[in-house]
């Protein structure tokens, strides 16, 4: 297998999208669209990776540094056209020795099996590889030129085809391969003399040909080269790609009752036999085991920027409905977490319920341990966060309140209406209201004095 690099074009600052945040740092499934290239670039094979930008785009070089792990950065100083924008990285092709793909951090739903079948049009005997595809409307698109034989003799940019060329529906998507040991000469030689007065990359084909070289098309679905340059694009990307990942998951064993409801996420792992309700959100980070029940309007957050840890959703789990689970959390197996609990950087053993109206944060709940309606892990000091460990099988009563820092000792009993602030030792109870008093005939006394003063002031 040749080693292989791959050049992300990322220089477009895509003014359609109306954003202060460079075009291709815009999400799809929760990943900047230059990420995904980036996995389908490594699905294919890629161990070297070159991502141009244009000048003053640091956070692009930032996210797809970050992607790319050992990916060289290189600076487009003048937006003078694909070919252009490939030779910036000039010093790292003149030194690779192997295949090398072209790709744009704009399309995010390219994948690798696609990309392993352009470069084995490479491995076929082809030096230049070019992918293409058949829109409806081939408006606006290069056109993919070939002789009899299937060689691809040229790409022709619209502007600059005859109305015969304009009349073949196999288009350019921009995606490429070489295996040229020549291949820097081969683009230095690309000249200007375009409608556009840019170094077209297409045209490194024609120049191939020319020199005896080989060049083939590869043919893949429309959706895979979308190009996202505004907000619409950018939300029909987002649709296709779900609307696929959905299919995969069902596919996978889970059970999606609403599949157009649930929003998954680039990294979300969903096990077997999950039943999965609608109005289901699964953020970045999140891996959900077998025969897991999520019920609906639940909200599964994940990964944030402040936080790398992720969530996990053990087998035999019950969430929801209208659950929110943040980032850390961990539940554990047959956990039950019920409607309007939120859990955040806590860890619940197997068993452990919080049936309804809790927050659970910054905190251990031991398993067979069971969270009253209304408790409160109070984790937050306004300065530091603190950790509230409960012991199996220990019972924490309605509307308590648990100050942090403070265990609760396996099988002790939290009295209802209690605020803890001191250690509970095991097999415990710990209360802490106030001694109830009684007044007799209170209650009447008081309606009849507060009516009469009200007739008085209606009298006024």
Known sequence: MHPLLTVVLAAGKGTRMKSTLPKVLHPI?????VGHVLHAARA??????AIVVGPGMEAVARAAHHEAGEGEIFVQEEQLGTGHAVLAARRLLERHQGDVMVLYGDTPLITGKTLKRLRAALDAGAAVAVLGFRPADPSGYGRLLSDGAGNLLAIREEKDATEGEKAVGFCNSGVMAFRTTALVSLLDRIRNANAKGEYYLTDAVEIAHADGLRAAAVECPEREVMGVNSRDQLAAAERIWQEERRLEVMRGGATLIAPETVWLSHDTRIGQDVVIEPNVFFGPGVTVEDRVIIKANT???G????????VVIRSGAEIGPFARIRPGADIGPDVHIGNFVEVKNAKMEAGAKANHLAYVGDGLVGAGANIGAGTIFCNYDGYFKHRTTIGAGAFIGSNSSLVAPVNIGSGA???SGSVITKDVSADALAITRPQQSERPDWAAKFRTMMQRRKAGAAGK
Do not use: E, N, P
């Not at 499934?29 to 669209?33: C, S, T, W």
């Not at 294919?44 to 990776?49: E, I």
């Not at 990964?303 to 992720?310: A, C, H």
């Open 29 to 33: 499934a929760g990943l900047a669209m």
């Open 44 to 49: 294919a094979g890629s161990g070297v990776t």
């Open 299 to 301: 909200h599964i957050q």
């Open 303 to 310: 990964f944030d920027q402040k936080s790398r840890d992720g």
């Open 413 to 415: 009993y939290v009295a």
